[in-house]
């Protein structure tokens, strides 16, 4: 999508208080004002408990509909708000991702007994003791939703994996044995074997469980009318299921709907391996990004700016990276916390909004709010609210994003300190183009050629941190500067 931005509307800490649906209807007119076009949502149908997050998935059939696990609604809301939300998002001409978890299951209604032997945790292939029959809560049974939208009961040989034995008490990771079972081979290599992640891991290799997860899929695009999904822990799924189960869905729809999958490694080369193994059907975010983000944020002025692009994905495969700054993965006390210092946000906001390549992603947590928890000092935790410092200049950066980002593309890494890109304009969008210039140290600047047609323009800086003007020479050329550990967006005047 042309200049498109997806906002991701959750962070690990909202308030299980039912309420996120609801305010997610109130605010998709000012999302689309802003110039948001998708809206990603976090995991919709019911988990383990009522104030999980969504990813301990219970039962995917139930959007806030039966009475399971807690109650009727989920974290967010009920069904009946949620499709309110939609119907508010599609009015205003915002599509709607819905955040997809098939590697596990949680919170199983019955235990089972059942043949497996232990592995290393640090060495899947490797097994531990002998083979014994242990205990797990891997029969499903949906008590509360009984067989409306699906028949379908999950048991024991529907998985490949568990973390503990319910007899004795031992925790780790469990191998499911049988005829025909075994971890997935179309997985990372972490680990010897990724395909376990946590709770009761799905077995890709089991056609039943495939199946049934295939016609979810087709019944969700086409009960709600999501435009695309998010695939959550790609790198712990057998990539030949990804595949299919994007190409059923799809066809099934009848349109090209959206996928972007979260695949988290900054290995390059697992990225772009992953997405020749499944056909180029889903973007994915582009992590190792994030990561350079994270660590020239770390490191201050001492980072290498000329190498912020290094590795990344969005400079090998422009057409499938999906750029972020944060997400509710690397904020802060989630489990891959890697969080970007405050001072660099608006530094890698800018370069994601206002580079040519790459489907830029706004983060709740950086735009709305984190929600912090401090333990009051009578034992009890207190769960407080802090506006992000970051929404302005956010804004601000959209704004340029929608008016003036358009057309070809010169990057400017040639700096240690001071880096940026041009965007030259297109005929489409008059008056377009920018320059951005970004340091994470001292005041820099630079000399830049934007080519005779711009003999004599009157340029300003757009975000307000220079209020003066340059023209530039007769031969399109001036002086481009920016502050020092500050981020600088200069249009035309007029």
Known sequence: MKNGVLFQYFEWNLPADGRLWEQLARDASHLAEIGVTAVWIPPAYKADEQADEGYATYDLYDFGEFDQKGGVRTKYGTRGQLENAIKALHDNGVQVILDTVLNHKAGGDNPERFQAIQVEDGDRCKDVGEPREIEAFTDFEFPGRGDKYSSFKWHWYHFSGVDYDNITGDKGVFRILGEGKGWSQGVDGENGNYDYLLANDIDMDNPEATDEMCRWGKWAMKTFGFDGVRMDAVKHIDHNFTARFLSVVRADAGRDLYAVSEYWSQELDSLTGFIKAVGGSTDLFDVPLHFNFYEASEAGEKYDMSRLLDGSLVMADGCHAVTFVDNH??????????????????????????????????????????????????????????????????????????????????????????????????????????????????????????????????????????????TLDENGCAEFRTQGRNVAVWVRES
């Open 329 to 470: 993965d690397s904020q802060p006390d989630s489990s891959l916390q890697s969080d970007v210092q405050d001072w660099f946000k608006p530094l890698a906001y800018a370069l994601i909004l206002l580079m040519k390549d790459g489907y830029p992603v706004i983060f709740y947590g950086d735009y709305y709010s984190i929600c912090h928890h401090e333990e009051e000092p009578d034992g009890n935790v207190d769960d407080v609210r802090e506006a992000s410092p970051h929404r302005h200049i956010i804004d601000i950066l959209l704004e340029a994003r929608c008016r003036y980002a358009y057309g070809e593309q010169t990057l400017l890494f040639d700096h240690c300190s001071t880096v940026g890109l041009v965007r030259h304009g297109d005929a489409e969008h008059p008056g377009s183009g920018l320059v951005m210039l970004m340091s994470n140290g001292d005041e820099g600047s630079k000399h830049i050629d934007l080519g005779p047609e711009h003999a004599g323009e009157s340029w300003r800086e757009f975000t307000g941190s220079i209020p003066d003007t340059i």
